[in-house]
């Protein structure tokens, strides 16, 4: 394959499940001259650099940003500005700050005030993940076919540009939108599905007394997948939900009204509403697989390592 280096530097500030992949890709591809990374604690830097994810660690993120063409903060949502007052004073005039955060909003609110005059300021979100954490969880692939949506605070078509050239050569299909678009179809596709699927799961563990475990014994397929969104960190998630409100309240205040509609057609046994309701769902899921966002298949090993 051919190499391209994208960015001559590249800076990754904390060095977890997507920093890990972002810099596996780099460096398999040759998309960046250097990647540098930084991470707290010297376990997480030392076994960075043991999984080839970056060419060197700094201990601070200061240090990580010096002459870094593109910088991009890898932490949780919460964490992002003190990372971002940290780096403000060391960047390069000229460089790309970016960031792979859940909700990008609230983001763009905590990074940018931080940021000097001169630097293009590009949030970011890749629509991949898996429900492991750490630098070891990072692989490659994570990003093909995916999206990856950029909600863009520069106007400098060119950084934008290059940042989309970026996530294209990572696998990613790029689109740009509105920061408040994002975090209101993000909290319907996966901000109100993961509090589903915690509350799922928090229930039947409140009923293991009663069942004697065998909810968790007899996991169907469906409870399953529960699990495994469940297991997701927690600090990553209680963060999206801070600095996701008012989108993630509104759907869930949709949400509750359609339970309630379904539990009263079940209660008044209204097959024929369940069964109209179930149809217009079946359609809506053969629509995503339609449009190539079946992430079910195997070639795409979601919450997994291929
Ligand atoms: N995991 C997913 O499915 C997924 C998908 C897309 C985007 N994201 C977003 O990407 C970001 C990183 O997620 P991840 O899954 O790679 O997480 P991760 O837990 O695997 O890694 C996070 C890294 O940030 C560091 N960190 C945590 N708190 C910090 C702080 N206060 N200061 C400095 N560093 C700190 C951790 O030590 C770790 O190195 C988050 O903002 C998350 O919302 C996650
Ligand atoms: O596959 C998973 O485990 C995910 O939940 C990944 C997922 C999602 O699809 O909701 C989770 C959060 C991100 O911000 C982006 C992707």
Redesign the pocket.
Known sequence: MARTVIYERVALIGLGLIAGSMGLRMKRDGLAGEVVGTARSAKTRDMAVGLGLCDRVTDTAAEAVQDADLVVLCVPVGAMEDVAREIGPHLKPGATVSDVG?VKRAVAEAIGPHLPDGVDFIPA?P?????HSGPESGFPELFDNRWCLLTPVTDSPDAVERLTRFWRAMGSNVETMDADHHDLVLAVT?HAP?LIAYTMVGVADDLRRVTDSEVIKYSAAGFRDFTR?AA?DPVMWRDVFLNNKDATLEILGRFTEELFSLQRAIRKGDGEMLHEYFTRTRAIRRGVIEAGQDTDKPDFG??TKP
């Open positions: 859940s979100h629509l991949a993940g898996t429900e996966s993961h969104i997701s979601r919450g």
